[in-house]
């Protein structure tokens, strides 16, 4: 069974920072396209970030140039390191395994599914004004 258990979600205070990791087991890690994404309140799934197997990576605008993504595959580990908090990330951040049968770029386009992809239960954060 894939497992995805994500850690480093908290409350900070605006332009803080956060270290969210992933620890992902089930599954040989470094063969898979990932993915964070998050669910701000009243909205639905947005992509954040994603690492390819070959590293290529993709940010969305609302993050870009603030947040980072990296995967250690001889840990199973995903990370996002992330900067300069505003209040508009609060959101519940998930790591995610995107769906195999894409390429990265299709999974950027089509966006987050929960039917295909699968999803760690999720790690909260909280940036205060």
């Known amino acids: 069974d894939v497992h995805l258990v994500e850690s480093g979600g908290g409350t900070v205070q605006s332009g803080g920072s956060l270290r969210l990791s992933c620890v992902a087991s089930?599954?040989?890690?470094?063969?898979?396209?990932m993915c964070w994404a998050r669910r701000p309140p009243g909205k639905g799934p947005e992509w954040v970030s994603c690492?390819?197997?070959?590293?290529?990576?993709y940010y969305s605008d609302s993050v870009k140039g603030r947040f980072t993504t990296t995967r250690d595959n001889a840990e199973n580990t995903l990370y996002l390191q992330m900067s300069s908090l505003k209040p508009e990330d609060t959101a519940p951040y998930y790591c995610v395994r995107a769906d195999p049968r894409k390429p990265l770029v299709a999974t950027i386009h089509d966006g987050p599914s929960e039917d295909n992809d699968s999803w760690g239960r999720g790690t909260q954060v909280t940036v205060a004004s």
């Open positions: 089930g599954f040989i890690f470094s063969h898979y396209d």
């Open positions: 690492i390819g197997t070959g590293e290529s990576t």
